[in-house]
């Protein structure tokens, strides 16, 4: 495992949100044209709690999170529409209060926990993540939230128990793009090999920016695996299984031969519709290369010793 020294402090403690972006753009700015003068990002936002006495994690990359107006308004959340803009514009509607996930399936006795009872099983820390979607562009969020394995540890597993799907909250009568105009089955199902989901990076995100998740992102409770395509990261997750058999996510259900079950972030491995050599970092002009298993190789390569 690579070892790394954590941050001394958080982006988020440094300074607020807005001042921190305000910061960045200023310095991008007069730096990239010789001219102090832009403009905050001043997009509406609904009201987020804030979160105190983050942890910072040893996982966290130091490079620059992208802007939160981008991390919150360029989204994929197919139950609220198709366009990278929808989610923001209709995952208010979404309703997640009260809010339960359960952990069921091949468990000895299966368990519901609430959001609240969820905020509390562990310290909760800052881990700024790289995120590489399929689509070929890629984000760095700071995200809030701990590992997935203390979760899943509180429940103990049958000897059968082999993977885990995570099945994400469905309400169609305010989920409009899961009703018409994608081809996805709903609710919206992911799956991890459970070493997978107890490997320490894997991150039960309740929050960015040292806020509670904005709806768009999977408010309240999602999952984040940040060597693997986003879309094995699914959000709003209500119900934990553990199962015995490969689970048929959606994406391997409506094109099994484009969205693989492992799905890791693999440069020498195109999509069969395009290259996944390189990526656009959202914010950036030029593309920059793609980096085996989204650069968290030193700490996932071992979990696939031995396969093809
Ligand atoms: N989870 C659900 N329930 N529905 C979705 O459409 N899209 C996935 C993933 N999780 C998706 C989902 C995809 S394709 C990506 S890239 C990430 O969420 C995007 O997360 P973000 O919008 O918070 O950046």
């Not at 990002?41 to 939160?68: M, V």
């Not at 990278?84 to 309703?95: E, I, M, S, V, Y």
């Not at 709003?236 to 689970?247: C, K, L, N």
């Amino acid at each position: 495992m690579l070892i790394k020294h954590p941050h001394d402090c958080l982006p988020s403690e440094i300074t607020s949100r807005e001042l921190f972006e305000r910061r960045r753009d200023f310095l991008k700015y007069s730096i990239g044209a010789g001219i102090g003068l832009m403009l905050p990002w001043t997009g509406a936002k609904a009201a987020q709690k804030k979160f105190s006495g983050l942890k910072p994690s040893l996982f966290s990359t130091d490079e620059s999170p992208t802007k939160y107006g981008e991390v919150t308004t360029y989204n994929n959340f197919y139950e609220f529409g198709t366009d990278k803009g929808d989610p923001a514009q209709n995952a208010h509607k979404l309703r997640t209060k009260p809010w339960t996930v359960s952990l069921e399936g091949l468990v000895k006795t299966p368990k519901t926990l609430d959001v609240d009872a969820i905020l509390k099983l562990a310290p909760l820390e800052e881990r700024i993540y790289r995120l590489r979607c399929v689509e070929g562009w890629s984000m760095v969020i700071p995200w809030v939230g701990y590992s997935l394995s203390t979760l899943l540890k509180q429940v103990e597993p049958l000897g059968s128990a082999k993977y885990v799907e995570f099945i994400s909250a469905y309400q169609p009568d305010v989920m409009e793009g899961g009703g018409f105009g994608s081809a996805l089955n709903w609710p919206y199902v992911e799956g991890l090999r459970l070493d997978e989901a107890r490997h320490p990076l894997t991150l039960l995100g309740l929050g960015l920016y040292g806020e509670t998740l904005p709806k768009q992102n999977g408010a309240p409770v999602r999952i984040v695996v940040p060597w693997k395509y986003g879309f094995k990261s699914g959000k709003s997750i209500v119900r934990i299984r553990f199962v015995e058999r490969e689970p048929q996510s959606s994406w391997m259900q409506a094109a099994s031969s484009e969205y693989g079950f492992y799905s890791n972030v693999n440069p020498e491995v195109d999509h069969p519709r395009w290259s996944q050599a390189r990526e656009r970092r959202i914010g950036d002009f030029i593309k920059r290369k793609t980096l085996m298993f989204n650069g968290y190789g030193d700490q996932v390569a071992a979990l696939y010793k031995g396969m093809d």
